[in-house]
């Protein structure tokens, strides 16, 4: 059995009597590997987090309104619409779950934002079978024109 080169209780390493944590300013080094610069130096991209956190709460709401749970797929819908206000899906999504909820003015209204931000869009809101409640109303007609 061979001896656990450490003190367990101070981190030193008994053989060459370094600190085996690296404590300090003297140990400081970003994500990037260059010393000496602070985060703040980097400039920031914040496009691609927002984008795939936009998509995941887009796809946790698909997974509740495939469960019927819409008070809550409307919500998780809404903060994706809320955290990327031009993705489309989330609009098209948001008014499902709306519909499905009997809101139909909400339903119209956010379909109009995800035709406004995605205009191909309306061939899918032709054949989904979540707005065959609309169907009769005269502001889904006017979508289409």
Do not use: Q
């Not at 209204?109 to 995605?118: F, M, S, V, Y």
């Amino acid at each position: 059995m061979i001896a656990y080169p450490f003190d367990r209780r101070t981190g030193r390493d008994r053989r060459l009597g370094k600190d085996r944590r690296n404590i300090g300013a003297e140990s400081y080094s970003n994500s990037v590997g260059e010393e000496g610069k602070e985060p703040s130096d980097f400039p920031a991209t914040y496009e691609e987090p927002r984008r795939e956190l936009a998509e995941v709460w887009n796809a946790k709401g698909e997974d509740l309104l495939n469960r019927r749970d819409l008070g809550n797929a409307k919500h998780a819908f809404d903060k994706a619409a809320e955290i990327k206000p031009e993705f489309a899906v989330a609009w098209y999504n948001l008014a499902k779950a709306n519909c499905a909820k009997g809101e139909k003015e909400e339903a119209i209204a956010n379909l109009k934002t995800a035709i406004k931000l995605d205009p191909g869009i309306k061939e899918k809101i032709r054949t989904e079978s979540f707005f065959k409640k609309l169907k009769s109303e005269k502001e889904f007609g006017k979508i289409f024109r």
